[in-house]
Protein backbone atom coordinates (compact mmCIF):
# COMPACT_ATOMS: atom_id res chain seq x y z
CA UNK A 1 0.00 0.00 0.00
CA UNK A 2 1.09 3.70 -0.68
CA UNK A 3 2.54 5.51 2.43
CA UNK A 4 -0.38 7.96 3.55
CA UNK A 5 1.62 11.96 3.93
CA UNK A 6 -0.16 15.00 3.80
CA UNK A 7 2.25 16.95 2.15
CA UNK A 8 0.37 18.98 -0.48
CA UNK A 9 0.52 22.19 -1.10
CA UNK A 10 3.88 21.97 0.10
CA UNK A 11 5.35 19.69 -2.00
CA UNK A 12 3.91 21.35 -5.06
CA UNK A 13 5.92 24.45 -4.27
CA UNK A 14 8.91 22.50 -3.54
CA UNK A 15 8.89 20.95 -6.76
CA UNK A 16 8.14 23.84 -8.81
CA UNK A 17 10.53 25.77 -7.15
CA UNK A 18 13.19 22.91 -8.20
CA UNK A 19 12.04 22.76 -11.55
CA UNK A 20 11.95 26.51 -11.88
CA UNK A 21 15.85 27.06 -10.40
CA UNK A 22 17.22 23.55 -12.94
CA UNK A 23 15.41 25.27 -16.11
CA UNK A 24 17.50 28.57 -15.32
CA UNK A 25 20.62 26.10 -15.38
CA UNK A 26 21.31 25.60 -19.40
CA UNK A 27 22.44 22.60 -19.75
CA UNK A 28 22.01 22.55 -23.71
CA UNK A 29 23.51 19.83 -25.53
CA UNK A 30 25.73 19.75 -26.91
CA UNK A 31 28.04 20.77 -25.14
CA UNK A 32 25.86 19.37 -22.00
CA UNK A 33 27.16 21.46 -19.13
CA UNK A 34 25.13 18.93 -16.74
CA UNK A 35 27.54 19.38 -13.58
CA UNK A 36 25.98 22.32 -12.82
CA UNK A 37 22.49 20.84 -12.36
CA UNK A 38 24.03 17.29 -11.18
CA UNK A 39 25.67 19.61 -8.06
CA UNK A 40 22.16 21.45 -7.43
CA UNK A 41 20.51 18.26 -7.48
CA UNK A 42 23.27 16.48 -4.94
CA UNK A 43 22.87 20.22 -2.99
CA UNK A 44 19.33 19.63 -2.25
CA UNK A 45 20.07 15.59 -1.55
CA UNK A 46 22.25 16.57 1.34
CA UNK A 47 20.22 19.19 3.00
CA UNK A 48 17.93 16.20 3.53
CA UNK A 49 20.29 14.63 4.99
CA UNK A 50 20.80 11.89 1.68
CA UNK A 51 24.57 11.19 0.35
CA UNK A 52 24.44 11.54 -3.29
CA UNK A 53 27.96 11.12 -5.01
CA UNK A 54 28.13 13.95 -8.66
CA UNK A 55 30.29 11.42 -11.11
CA UNK A 56 32.00 13.28 -14.33
CA UNK A 57 32.91 11.11 -17.23
CA UNK A 58 34.42 13.80 -18.99
CA UNK A 59 35.07 17.75 -17.69
CA UNK A 60 31.43 19.30 -17.16
CA UNK A 61 29.09 16.17 -17.79
CA UNK A 62 27.97 15.51 -14.62
CA UNK A 63 25.60 12.21 -13.18
CA UNK A 64 23.98 12.35 -9.77
CA UNK A 65 22.96 9.39 -8.41
CA UNK A 66 21.54 8.67 -5.01
CA UNK A 67 20.74 5.16 -2.77
CA UNK A 68 18.65 4.46 -0.18
CA UNK A 69 19.64 0.23 -0.03
CA UNK A 70 18.11 -1.27 3.66
CA UNK A 71 19.77 -3.84 5.40
CA UNK A 72 18.63 -7.03 4.34
CA UNK A 73 17.24 -5.96 0.69
CA UNK A 74 18.81 -7.27 -2.45
CA UNK A 75 20.45 -4.17 -4.40
CA UNK A 76 19.13 -6.06 -7.63
CA UNK A 77 15.76 -5.38 -6.78
CA UNK A 78 15.82 -1.88 -6.13
CA UNK A 79 13.39 0.59 -7.55
CA UNK A 80 15.74 3.30 -9.93
CA UNK A 81 13.89 6.43 -10.81
CA UNK A 82 15.52 7.56 -13.72
CA UNK A 83 15.56 11.17 -15.49
CA UNK A 84 18.01 13.17 -17.60
CA UNK A 85 19.90 17.07 -16.92
CA UNK A 86 20.74 17.95 -20.38
CA UNK A 87 18.22 19.63 -22.95
CA UNK A 88 17.92 19.90 -26.85
CA UNK A 89 19.02 23.57 -28.07
CA UNK A 90 16.53 26.14 -28.00
CA UNK A 91 16.40 29.43 -30.06
CA UNK A 92 15.22 32.42 -28.35
CA UNK A 93 14.17 34.44 -30.52
CA UNK A 94 11.24 31.38 -31.71
CA UNK A 95 10.10 31.31 -28.35
CA UNK A 96 7.34 33.76 -26.95
CA UNK A 97 9.38 33.04 -23.44
CA UNK A 98 12.62 33.10 -22.32
CA UNK A 99 13.63 29.59 -23.01
CA UNK A 100 16.33 29.63 -20.12
CA UNK A 101 14.02 31.45 -17.83
CA UNK A 102 11.83 29.32 -15.89
CA UNK A 103 8.93 31.44 -15.76
CA UNK A 104 5.69 30.67 -14.27
CA UNK A 105 3.21 32.65 -16.09
CA UNK A 106 -0.53 31.73 -16.24
CA UNK A 107 -0.18 28.71 -13.94
CA UNK A 108 2.32 26.98 -16.25
CA UNK A 109 6.07 26.83 -15.99
CA UNK A 110 8.25 27.97 -18.93
CA UNK A 111 10.95 26.70 -20.46
CA UNK A 112 13.29 24.14 -22.33
CA UNK A 113 13.52 20.58 -20.60
CA UNK A 114 9.64 21.56 -18.42
CA UNK A 115 8.72 18.57 -20.26
CA UNK A 116 11.58 16.68 -21.30
CA UNK A 117 12.65 16.24 -18.25
CA UNK A 118 13.97 18.33 -15.34
CA UNK A 119 9.79 18.25 -14.72
CA UNK A 120 10.67 14.44 -13.86
CA UNK A 121 13.88 15.48 -12.28
CA UNK A 122 12.12 17.96 -9.87
CA UNK A 123 9.48 14.97 -8.63
CA UNK A 124 12.07 12.54 -7.61
CA UNK A 125 14.27 14.90 -6.39
CA UNK A 126 11.01 15.97 -3.97
CA UNK A 127 9.85 12.00 -3.25
CA UNK A 128 13.49 11.10 -2.92
CA UNK A 129 13.78 13.63 -0.11
CA UNK A 130 10.78 13.11 1.27
CA UNK A 131 11.28 9.28 1.77
CA UNK A 132 14.41 9.89 3.12
CA UNK A 133 12.80 12.59 5.64
CA UNK A 134 9.79 10.60 6.57
CA UNK A 135 12.46 7.86 7.30
CA UNK A 136 9.64 5.65 5.93
CA UNK A 137 10.20 1.81 6.22
CA UNK A 138 11.74 -0.33 3.21
CA UNK A 139 10.93 -3.22 1.67
CA UNK A 140 13.28 -2.97 -1.09
CA UNK A 141 16.13 -0.45 -2.10
CA UNK A 142 14.80 3.25 -4.00
CA UNK A 143 18.22 4.49 -6.22
CA UNK A 144 17.36 8.08 -8.18
CA UNK A 145 19.54 9.11 -11.07
CA UNK A 146 19.71 12.14 -13.06
CA UNK A 147 22.13 12.14 -15.53
CA UNK A 148 24.12 13.69 -18.28
CA UNK A 149 24.02 13.21 -22.18
CA UNK A 150 20.32 11.58 -22.73
CA UNK A 151 19.96 13.90 -25.46
CA UNK A 152 22.81 13.04 -27.46
CA UNK A 153 22.89 8.91 -27.23
CA UNK A 154 23.56 8.60 -23.19
CA UNK A 155 27.47 8.04 -24.06
CA UNK A 156 28.49 10.19 -20.88
CA UNK A 157 25.35 9.36 -18.84
CA UNK A 158 23.29 5.96 -18.38
CA UNK A 159 25.27 4.20 -20.84
CA UNK A 160 28.77 5.32 -19.18
CA UNK A 161 27.77 4.35 -15.62
CA UNK A 162 26.18 0.81 -16.80
CA UNK A 163 29.64 -0.13 -18.34
CA UNK A 164 32.03 1.65 -15.89
CA UNK A 165 30.25 2.28 -12.36
CA UNK A 166 27.30 -0.69 -12.83
CA UNK A 167 26.68 -0.81 -8.48
CA UNK A 168 25.47 2.82 -8.45
CA UNK A 169 22.83 1.67 -11.23
CA UNK A 170 22.13 -1.69 -10.13
CA UNK A 171 18.24 -2.35 -9.45
CA UNK A 172 15.63 -4.37 -10.74
CA UNK A 173 12.87 -2.06 -12.05
CA UNK A 174 13.36 1.57 -13.40
CA UNK A 175 10.69 4.58 -13.34
CA UNK A 176 11.83 6.90 -16.18
CA UNK A 177 10.56 8.96 -19.11
CA UNK A 178 8.74 8.41 -22.48
CA UNK A 179 5.28 7.66 -21.10
CA UNK A 180 1.96 8.83 -19.15
CA UNK A 181 0.86 11.81 -21.23
CA UNK A 182 -3.11 11.77 -21.01
CA UNK A 183 -4.87 10.68 -24.11
CA UNK A 184 -8.58 11.13 -24.65
CA UNK A 185 -10.45 9.35 -27.11
CA UNK A 186 -14.00 10.09 -27.59
CA UNK A 187 -15.11 10.23 -24.09
CA UNK A 188 -12.00 7.68 -22.37
CA UNK A 189 -8.95 9.04 -21.28
CA UNK A 190 -5.84 6.75 -21.59
CA UNK A 191 -2.77 6.95 -19.54
CA UNK A 192 -0.25 5.29 -21.45
CA UNK A 193 3.13 3.84 -19.63
CA UNK A 194 5.87 3.19 -21.84
CA UNK A 195 6.94 -0.67 -21.77
CA UNK A 196 8.63 -0.64 -25.24
CA UNK A 197 10.75 1.92 -27.61
CA UNK A 198 12.30 1.54 -30.69
CA UNK A 199 15.57 2.21 -31.56
CA UNK A 200 17.44 5.09 -32.83
CA UNK A 201 19.78 3.98 -36.23
CA UNK A 202 21.78 7.22 -38.26
CA UNK A 203 22.04 7.15 -41.37
CA UNK A 204 24.08 9.00 -44.28
CA UNK A 205 22.36 9.29 -47.51
CA UNK A 206 25.12 10.67 -49.99
CA UNK A 207 24.71 11.41 -53.85
CA UNK A 208 27.61 12.16 -56.35
CA UNK A 209 27.84 13.56 -59.57
CA UNK A 210 29.68 15.42 -61.67
CA UNK A 211 30.97 19.05 -60.66
CA UNK A 212 31.44 21.66 -62.69
CA UNK A 213 31.04 25.46 -63.13
CA UNK A 214 27.23 25.88 -62.42
CA UNK A 215 26.65 28.46 -65.21
CA UNK A 216 26.31 25.44 -67.33
CA UNK A 217 23.42 23.10 -65.57
CA UNK A 218 23.95 19.49 -65.80
CA UNK A 219 21.49 16.60 -64.89
CA UNK A 220 24.22 14.45 -63.18
CA UNK A 221 24.42 17.22 -60.54
CA UNK A 222 24.85 15.60 -56.70
CA UNK A 223 22.57 17.74 -55.37
CA UNK A 224 19.96 17.30 -57.53
CA UNK A 225 20.14 13.24 -57.01
CA UNK A 226 20.16 14.45 -53.10
CA UNK A 227 16.92 16.35 -53.33
CA UNK A 228 15.13 13.64 -55.41
CA UNK A 229 16.20 11.22 -53.17
CA UNK A 230 15.37 12.56 -50.10
CA UNK A 231 11.68 13.73 -51.22
CA UNK A 232 11.09 9.87 -51.82
CA UNK A 233 12.42 8.93 -48.21
CA UNK A 234 10.27 11.79 -46.86
CA UNK A 235 6.67 10.56 -49.24
CA UNK A 236 7.68 6.55 -48.33
CA UNK A 237 5.67 4.23 -46.10
CA UNK A 238 7.88 2.14 -45.25
CA UNK A 239 6.55 -1.95 -44.25
CA UNK A 240 3.83 -2.86 -41.50
CA UNK A 241 5.57 -3.97 -38.31
CA UNK A 242 3.38 -5.11 -35.09
CA UNK A 243 4.95 -5.51 -31.86
CA UNK A 244 3.60 -7.39 -28.47
CA UNK A 245 3.50 -3.38 -26.93
CA UNK A 246 1.40 -2.21 -29.40
CA UNK A 247 -0.73 -4.77 -30.22
CA UNK A 248 -1.83 -4.37 -26.20
CA UNK A 249 -1.74 -0.94 -26.87
CA UNK A 250 -4.51 -0.89 -29.59
CA UNK A 251 -6.87 -3.68 -27.60
CA UNK A 252 -6.23 -1.49 -24.83
CA UNK A 253 -7.81 1.54 -26.79
CA UNK A 254 -10.42 -0.66 -28.66
CA UNK A 255 -11.49 -2.13 -25.31
CA UNK A 256 -12.43 0.78 -23.79
CA UNK A 257 -15.04 2.10 -26.75
CA UNK A 258 -18.20 1.32 -27.91
CA UNK A 259 -18.63 -0.20 -31.30
CA UNK A 260 -17.84 1.04 -34.12
CA UNK A 261 -14.87 2.70 -32.82
CA UNK A 262 -13.81 -0.35 -31.13
CA UNK A 263 -13.83 -2.41 -34.81
CA UNK A 264 -11.99 0.66 -36.36
CA UNK A 265 -9.06 0.70 -34.15
CA UNK A 266 -8.76 -2.86 -33.66
CA UNK A 267 -8.58 -2.49 -37.77
CA UNK A 268 -5.00 -0.85 -36.58
CA UNK A 269 -3.82 -4.28 -35.93
CA UNK A 270 -4.21 -5.30 -39.88
CA UNK A 271 -1.42 -4.17 -42.10
CA UNK A 272 -4.16 -4.02 -45.08
CA UNK A 273 -6.46 -1.86 -43.27
CA UNK A 274 -4.41 0.18 -40.61
CA UNK A 275 -3.47 3.33 -42.96
CA UNK A 276 -6.36 3.81 -44.37
CA UNK A 277 -7.90 3.99 -40.45
CA UNK A 278 -4.82 6.18 -39.49
CA UNK A 279 -5.82 8.64 -42.25
CA UNK A 280 -9.25 9.34 -41.06
CA UNK A 281 -8.35 9.59 -37.62
CA UNK A 282 -9.31 13.55 -36.92
CA UNK A 283 -6.12 13.90 -34.35
CA UNK A 284 -3.29 14.33 -36.60
CA UNK A 285 -0.64 14.48 -34.12
CA UNK A 286 -2.44 10.73 -32.63
CA UNK A 287 -2.43 9.36 -35.94
CA UNK A 288 1.19 10.09 -36.85
CA UNK A 289 2.45 8.88 -33.58
CA UNK A 290 0.39 5.66 -34.13
CA UNK A 291 1.98 5.03 -37.15
CA UNK A 292 5.37 5.75 -35.98
CA UNK A 293 4.32 2.46 -33.86
CA UNK A 294 3.75 0.35 -36.49
CA UNK A 295 6.59 1.26 -38.95
CA UNK A 296 10.23 1.93 -38.91
CA UNK A 297 10.99 5.37 -39.48
CA UNK A 298 13.24 7.32 -41.74
CA UNK A 299 13.06 11.27 -41.28
CA UNK A 300 15.82 13.22 -43.42
CA UNK A 301 16.97 16.31 -41.28
CA UNK A 302 20.53 17.91 -42.24
CA UNK A 303 21.42 18.54 -45.28
CA UNK A 304 25.09 19.04 -46.86
CA UNK A 305 26.14 20.43 -50.06
CA UNK A 306 28.75 22.54 -51.69
CA UNK A 307 31.05 25.19 -50.55
CA UNK A 308 30.46 28.36 -53.28
CA UNK A 309 27.23 29.22 -55.01
CA UNK A 310 28.73 29.01 -58.07
CA UNK A 311 30.32 25.37 -58.16
CA UNK A 312 28.76 22.61 -58.81
CA UNK A 313 29.77 19.81 -55.46
CA UNK A 314 30.54 16.45 -56.72
CA UNK A 315 29.36 15.08 -53.35
CA UNK A 316 26.04 15.99 -51.66
CA UNK A 317 24.99 14.43 -47.69
CA UNK A 318 21.93 14.39 -45.79
CA UNK A 319 21.76 12.72 -42.35
CA UNK A 320 18.29 10.69 -41.96
CA UNK A 321 17.04 9.78 -38.17
CA UNK A 322 15.67 6.42 -38.66
CA UNK A 323 14.10 4.47 -35.85
CA UNK A 324 13.97 1.11 -35.80
CA UNK A 325 10.83 -1.33 -33.84
CA UNK A 326 11.53 -4.30 -31.98
CA UNK A 327 12.40 -7.75 -33.65
CA UNK A 328 13.92 -4.74 -36.48
CA UNK A 329 17.53 -4.30 -37.14
CA UNK A 330 19.12 -1.81 -38.91
CA UNK A 331 20.08 -3.81 -42.16
CA UNK A 332 16.50 -4.70 -42.36
CA UNK A 333 15.66 -1.21 -42.41
CA UNK A 334 18.66 -0.47 -44.77
CA UNK A 335 16.73 -3.03 -47.33
CA UNK A 336 13.51 -1.10 -46.67
CA UNK A 337 14.92 2.21 -47.81
CA UNK A 338 16.62 0.85 -50.76
CA UNK A 339 13.93 -0.69 -52.33
CA UNK A 340 12.32 3.11 -51.85
CA UNK A 341 15.58 4.51 -53.47
CA UNK A 342 15.83 1.57 -56.36
CA UNK A 343 15.88 3.83 -59.41
CA UNK A 344 18.00 6.80 -57.75
CA UNK A 345 21.62 6.75 -59.71
CA UNK A 346 24.58 8.04 -57.86
CA UNK A 347 23.10 7.66 -54.23
CA UNK A 348 24.35 5.27 -51.37
CA UNK A 349 23.51 4.68 -47.84
CA UNK A 350 25.90 4.12 -45.26
CA UNK A 351 24.82 3.03 -41.78
CA UNK A 352 25.83 5.32 -38.62
CA UNK A 353 24.91 5.41 -35.05
CA UNK A 354 22.71 2.42 -34.08
CA UNK A 355 21.32 0.95 -30.86
CA UNK A 356 18.89 -2.72 -29.73
CA UNK A 357 14.93 -1.70 -29.45
CA UNK A 358 13.63 -2.84 -26.15
CA UNK A 359 10.24 -4.13 -24.63
CA UNK A 360 9.61 -4.87 -21.54
CA UNK A 361 7.00 -7.21 -19.77
CA UNK A 362 3.76 -5.29 -18.86
CA UNK A 363 2.12 -8.01 -16.21
CA UNK A 364 4.50 -7.33 -13.56
CA UNK A 365 3.96 -5.92 -9.76
CA UNK A 366 5.29 -2.26 -11.15
CA UNK A 367 2.86 -2.46 -13.55
CA UNK A 368 0.08 -2.91 -10.71
CA UNK A 369 1.46 -0.57 -8.48
CA UNK A 370 0.69 2.13 -11.36
CA UNK A 371 -2.81 0.77 -11.99
CA UNK A 372 -3.59 0.79 -8.36
CA UNK A 373 -2.34 4.37 -7.84
CA UNK A 374 -4.06 5.39 -11.14
CA UNK A 375 -7.43 4.39 -9.86
CA UNK A 376 -7.02 6.37 -7.21
CA UNK A 377 -6.58 9.36 -8.54
CA UNK A 378 -8.11 9.14 -12.01
CA UNK A 379 -10.44 6.14 -11.25
CA UNK A 380 -12.54 6.94 -14.83
CA UNK A 381 -9.11 6.97 -16.88
CA UNK A 382 -7.50 3.30 -18.52
CA UNK A 383 -3.72 2.38 -18.34
CA UNK A 384 -2.30 1.09 -21.04
CA UNK A 385 0.99 0.05 -22.69
CA UNK A 386 2.96 1.84 -25.20
CA UNK A 387 6.02 1.71 -26.97
CA UNK A 388 7.78 5.29 -27.70
CA UNK A 389 8.42 6.21 -31.48
CA UNK A 390 11.77 7.63 -29.35
CA UNK A 391 14.43 6.56 -27.35
CA UNK A 392 15.15 6.84 -23.75
CA UNK A 393 17.97 5.52 -21.30
CA UNK A 394 15.91 2.67 -20.36
CA UNK A 395 17.40 1.16 -23.68
CA UNK A 396 20.69 0.60 -21.48
CA UNK A 397 18.83 -1.03 -18.41
CA UNK A 398 16.50 -3.57 -20.31
CA UNK A 399 18.78 -5.98 -21.77
CA UNK A 400 20.28 -6.74 -18.01
CA UNK A 401 16.93 -7.84 -16.99
CA UNK A 402 15.62 -4.61 -15.83
CA UNK A 403 11.79 -3.99 -16.02
CA UNK A 404 11.80 -0.37 -16.97
CA UNK A 405 8.64 1.49 -17.48
CA UNK A 406 8.05 5.05 -18.88
CA UNK A 407 5.57 7.42 -16.78
CA UNK A 408 4.92 10.71 -15.91
CA UNK A 409 1.64 11.11 -16.03
CA UNK A 410 0.31 14.56 -17.59
CA UNK A 411 -3.41 15.59 -17.58
CA UNK A 412 -5.03 15.65 -20.94
CA UNK A 413 -4.48 19.16 -22.61
CA UNK A 414 -0.47 19.29 -22.00
CA UNK A 415 1.08 20.20 -25.05
CA UNK A 416 3.26 17.22 -25.61
CA UNK A 417 4.26 18.68 -28.88
CA UNK A 418 6.23 21.45 -28.00
CA UNK A 419 8.84 18.39 -26.60
CA UNK A 420 12.05 19.40 -28.63
CA UNK A 421 9.84 22.60 -30.11
CA UNK A 422 9.06 25.91 -29.68
CA UNK A 423 7.66 27.24 -26.40
CA UNK A 424 7.68 23.89 -24.31
CA UNK A 425 5.93 24.43 -21.11
CA UNK A 426 3.98 22.62 -18.46
CA UNK A 427 1.14 22.99 -16.29
CA UNK A 428 1.45 23.26 -12.44
CA UNK A 429 -1.78 21.36 -12.03
CA UNK A 430 -0.19 18.56 -14.13
CA UNK A 431 2.98 18.75 -11.71
CA UNK A 432 0.71 18.54 -8.81
CA UNK A 433 -0.94 15.12 -10.45
CA UNK A 434 1.92 13.71 -11.42
CA UNK A 435 3.46 14.59 -7.71
CA UNK A 436 0.99 12.58 -6.46
CA UNK A 437 0.58 9.79 -8.59
CA UNK A 438 3.86 8.79 -8.86
CA UNK A 439 4.16 9.72 -5.02
CA UNK A 440 1.93 6.44 -4.19
CA UNK A 441 3.36 4.36 -7.05
CA UNK A 442 6.98 4.63 -5.36
CA UNK A 443 5.63 4.15 -1.62
CA UNK A 444 3.14 1.33 -2.86
CA UNK A 445 6.44 -0.81 -4.37
CA UNK A 446 9.25 0.02 -2.28
CA UNK A 447 7.48 0.48 1.70
CA UNK A 448 6.66 -2.02 3.79
Known sequence: MPMPIDWMPGAREETLNYLTELVRLNTTNPPGNETAAARYVADRLAAAGVPAEVVEPAPGRGNVVARLDPEGTDPAQSLLLLSHLDVVPATAAEWRRDPFGGELVDGQVWGRGTLDTKQLTAIWLTIFRRVARERLTLRRGLVF???????????????????????????????????????????????????????????????????????????????????????????????????????????????????????????????DRAGQVLDGLSDAHLAAMVRAMLHNTATPTILRAGEKTNVIPSVAEAQVDCRILPGQTPESLRRELEVVLADCPGVELELGMSGQPTESPVDTDLADAIRRSLARHAPEARLIPYLVPGATDSRFLRPRGVVAYGFCPLLPGEDVRTIHGHDERIGVRSIEFALRVLWDVVTDFVCR
Open 145 to 271: AATADEEMGGTLGVRWLEENRPELLRCGWCLNEGGGFGLVLGDVTYYPFQAGEKSPCWMTLRARGQPGHASIPSADNAVIRLAEAVARIGRARLAFHLTDTVRLFVEGLAGAQAEPMAGLLRNLLHP
